[in-house]
């Protein structure tokens, strides 16, 4: 069991405490924020305190660090406050629901998978990557880090997805796809092909739109 401290106020650390409280063997101790947006003192009976000085209340030799956060900026904010917290000398523990099903598979540190998923073997999943519940992860594929698929993803097997791709809801991907790093493939999307690198895809058959906008995703 680990103390953890948990990143957020908003909705994903409520969800987050509540899965580790309910259904992990590590224990929330506090929540932190950046300093901008601390508002309150406390948080679900816990103390929540800045970012900045966490390391100094909460020291890294006797804390773990989790931060579950969405796929904003191209899962790039989720990244900086993930290496920022590795910097302060933090390690991460990953959630993994009891009702997902997976078998051995490597996964890395800040990742959160829900419940429903289904990993089949020899898949492997990098660091700071969300599954939110309900996704098919095929079989002999990779995951890079900083990766967000939504609910209802289909992964078939052997696809390779590149770092900070994000994956709308009931979207498919095709067997044997090398999917480019920061692909974004919209909600009930569809890909037949590899994908070019910060491409967006929305569609079946898939249309190629440009670039992903960071203030959406």
């Known amino acids: 069991m680990a103390k953890i401290i948990l990143f957020g106020v908003l909705d994903t ?8 409280t309910h259904d992990s063997e590590h224990e929330v101790a506090a929540f932190t924020v950046n300093r901008e947006y ?18 100094t209340l909460f020291p890294p030799s006797d804390y773990q660090f989790f931060a579950p956060m969405t796929g904003r900026n191209m899962n ?11 910097a ?13 099903t997976h078998f051995g598979n490597e996964i890395g540190e800040n ?16 660091n700071n990557v969300v599954l939110w519940s309900g996704n098919h992860i095929g079989h002999h594929g990779r995951i890079d880090d900083h990766v967000f698929f939504t609910s209802h993803v289909v992964m078939s ?14 979207s498919t991907i095709r067997d044997y796809l090398t999917v480019a790093e920061g692909t974004l493939l919209g909600m009930a999307s569809a890909l037949y092909k590899d994908s070019d690198p910060w491409g ?5 058959p898939p249309k190629k739109l440009g670039k992903p906008s960071y203030e959406t995703y």
């Not at 989720?78 to 290496?83: A, I, P």
């Not at 990742?111 to 990098?126: A, K, M, S, V, Y």
Request: glycine share 8%; with cysteine.
């Open 88 to 100: 302060k000398g933090y390690t991460f523990i990953s959630y993994i629901s009891s009702k997902a």
């Open 13 to 20: 650390a409520e969800l987050a405490h509540f899965y580790l």
């Open 38 to 55: 601390l508002k309150d003192e406390s948080f679900k009976g816990l103390p929540v305190v800045a970012f900045e000085d966490v390391e």
């Open 157 to 170: 097997g052997h696809c390779h997805i590149g770092s900070y791709s994000f994956f709308g809801v009931n």
């Open 111 to 126: 990742c959160f998978i829900l419940e429903d998923n289904t990993i089949q073997p020899f898949t492997t999943i990098g």
């Open 200 to 204: 967006v895809y929305i569609g079946n």
């Open 76 to 86: 790039r904010n989720r990244e900086k406050v993930y290496l920022d917290a590795k």
